[in-house]
């Protein structure tokens, strides 16, 4: 059971610190942090996600909560919340066959886009979900990636009217 945890935290040196090491000392895995300032600099939110059992997931909620520096505890399932997440991949162009229209159509088929080029590489850019970024690995992975840059999930809650 996977389970992302948006977490309000007051942004101050050391935070950081003491959240992961919540989760190194009860064992529990990170399968994907991210962190940013909100609207307010004083105050930062970790989209932290993980995975395990039911009462796994239930004790990394009750432990969060119960840490000093944490401000706010959500915590979404992955149906009741829209996740994204950005990669920056860096392919090779073969000098032997043109692959740079199979690059361009991959792009286009995934709604990925090239944000850098030259003579034997080019870079692309996408934000999506983590299923369809994995995807675009899988079907670069066949042209020579170079380089890989993958943020953490990124999550809110739907939008309730």
Request: hydrophobic letters at 40%.
């Amino acid at each position: 059971m996977k389970r992302i945890y948006s977490v309000f935290v007051e942004n101050r040196p050391g935070v950081l610190c003491k959240v992961t090491g919540l989760f190194s000392r009860r064992d529990f895995n990170i399968d994907s942090l991210a962190v940013g300032e909100t609207e307010d600099p004083s105050i930062s939110c970790m989209t932290i996600v993980s995975s395990g059992d039911i009462r796994t997931v239930e004790q990394i909620e009750k432990q969060l909560n119960k840490k000093l520096d944490i401000i706010k505890v959500k915590t979404f399932d992955e149906l009741s919340c829209v996740s994204r997440e950005l990669i920056l991949v860096k392919v090779r162009i073969k000098k032997d066959r043109d692959n740079r229209r199979e690059i361009m159509e991959i792009c286009e088929l995934l709604s990925a886009e090239i944000v850098d080029m030259s003579k034997n590489q080019m870079m692309i850019q996408m934000c999506d979900t983590t299923e369809r970024i994995s995807l675009l690995i899988k079907m670069l992975q066949s042209i020579s990636i170079v380089e890989v840059a993958r943020t953490g999930t990124l999550a809110l809650s739907k939008c309730t009217d």
